[in-house]
């Protein structure tokens, strides 16, 4: 090989480098700005969302318009769902965080729930037909996994200004805003703390569907 030849492959590296390193920082400015996407590592929100779901999350879908009741949100829950430190340490946190992003691996700290109330709600559990009640109205849910009930954890809470009750629509295996009444905060997550809404599934391909959004109004 003559030094030309290998000057143009040494070339031909550092370009096909250059591109994976503009890719991977134009996906990471994508990512962190507009959308994401997420692995559902649960059952909580069977039946729209199952594990091993890989879903598309809208970072911006409520940047235009206030989170509503009966939305889906994924959220961060550093804070009130889980602990502000991991304590795995930092090499585990980095190898959680690659496979993260990679879609491969869920996360300890980010969730996919449905706000069941926003601020000002006064929402309880339960009416004596077993829905849950919304300011004075049962809440009509045909969201809820086949064969549960609204809720067998009685409650009564009204949501402060700035934060979200938030509940799985698989309520017998969902650990959610019930689960942390007793905890600071009782189990309200922060408007902040919302990353985005999940727009489509991805994966597996059989389950490849948009997601639709639901503003869910209290039904006698």
């Given at each position: 090989?003559?030094?030309?030849?290998?000057?143009?492959?040494?070339?031909?590296?550092?370009?096909?480098?250059?591109?994976?390193?503009?890719?991977?920082?134009?996906?990471?400015?994508?990512?962190?700005?507009?959308?994401?996407?997420?692995?559902?590592?649960?059952?909580?929100?069977?039946?729209?969302?199952?594990?091993?779901?890989?879903?598309?999350?809208s970072r911006i879908a409520?940047?235009?318009?206030?989170?509503?009741?009966?939305?889906?949100?994924?959220?961060?829950?550093?804070?009130?769902?889980?602990?502000?430190?991991?304590?795995?340490?930092?090499?585990?946190?980095?190898?959680?965080?690659?496979?993260?992003?990679?879609?491969?691996?869920?996360?300890?700290?980010?969730?996919?729930?449905?706000?069941?109330?926003?601020?000002?709600?006064?929402?309880?559990?339960?009416?004596?037909?077993?829905?849950?009640?919304?300011?004075?109205?049962?809440?009509?849910?045909?969201?809820?996994?086949?064969?549960?009930?609204?809720?067998?954890?009685?409650?009564?809470?009204?949501?402060?200004?700035?934060?979200?009750?938030?509940?799985?629509?698989?309520?017998?295996?969902?650990?959610?805003?019930?689960s942390l009444l007793g905890?600071?905060?009782?189990?309200?997550?922060?408007?902040?703390?919302?990353?985005?809404?999940?727009?489509?599934?991805?994966?597996?391909?059989?389950?490849?569907?948009?997601?639709?959004?639901?503003?869910?109004?209290?039904?006698?």
């Amino acid at each position: 090989m003559n030094h030309t030849e290998r000057r143009s492959r040494k070339l031909g590296w550092r370009f096909v480098l250059l591109a994976v390193v503009v890719v991977l920082v134009l996906s990471a400015v994508i990512r962190s700005c507009w959308i994401d996407v997420y692995y559902i590592p649960s059952d909580s929100m069977d039946p729209l969302l199952r594990t091993g779901d890989r879903v598309l999350v809208s970072r911006i879908a409520y940047g235009s318009a206030p989170i509503q009741r009966g939305n889906v949100v994924v959220f961060d829950g550093r804070g009130s769902f889980a602990p502000l430190d991991s304590g795995k340490g930092p090499l585990a946190d980095a190898a959680q965080s690659v496979g993260e992003w990679l879609g491969i691996a869920g996360s300890d700290t980010v969730y996919v729930k449905r706000v069941l109330g926003v601020a000002g709600d006064h929402i309880r559990c339960c009416a004596s037909d077993g829905r849950l009640i919304v300011n004075g109205s049962p809440l009509t849910e045909s969201y809820l996994y086949p064969g549960d009930v609204p809720s067998a954890l009685p409650f009564d809470v009204v949501v402060p200004q700035g934060k979200l009750w938030l509940m799985g629509d698989h309520r017998s295996v969902s650990a959610d805003s019930r689960s942390l009444l007793g905890a600071p905060g009782g189990g309200l997550v922060s408007v902040s703390k919302v990353i985005g809404r999940p727009v489509q599934t991805l994966w597996p391909l059989g389950s490849f569907r948009p997601l639709p959004r639901i503003d869910l109004l209290p039904a006698a």
